[in-house]
């Protein structure tokens, strides 16, 4: 399986983007997932989603202003950005957890997720 994200930008603060992300291949999945990068810094948990039930789980810095969903049919998943922040700036990348989950923490680990998509850049002016 392969991931595709786009949707990435430039918008000023307290505006939206929705980015994207579809599989391609053969595709199993226990949960697909966000990260985000910010220069100089490590890969952190956004948002994921269960996909056979559609759980959601979020970071806690995009709760209420993040909403990750995913079309089972199409093979994608998607993350609705809303009021962006400055700090929000990073490359995202959405990643696929192809493995039955251990633990509810494993949701929110980079680590836990084996395919990984190439990543968009997202950038919000003040």
């Known amino acids: 399986v392969q991931l595709q994200a786009s949707g990435g930008g430039l918008v000023q603060a307290g505006g939206s983007l929705t980015l994207s992300c579809i599989a391609s291949?053969?595709?199993?999945?226990?949960?697909m997932g966000w990260f985000r990068q910010a220069p100089g810094k490590e890969r952190v948990f956004v948002a994921t989603?269960?996909?056979?039930?559609?759980?959601?789980y979020y970071a806690d810095s995009v709760k209420g202003r993040f909403t990750i969903s995913r079309d089972n049919a199409k093979k994608m998943v998607y993350l609705r950005m809303d009021s962006l922040r400055p700090e929000d700036t990073a490359v995202y990348y959405c990643a696929n957890r192809m493995r039955p989950w251990t633990s509810g923490l494993a949701k929110r680990l980079v680590s836990e997720y084996q395919v990984w998509g190439q990543g968009t850049q997202v950038t919000v002016s003040s």
């Open positions: 291949g053969p595709f199993s999945s226990y949960g």
């Open positions: 989603v269960m996909w056979s039930s559609g759980i959601t």
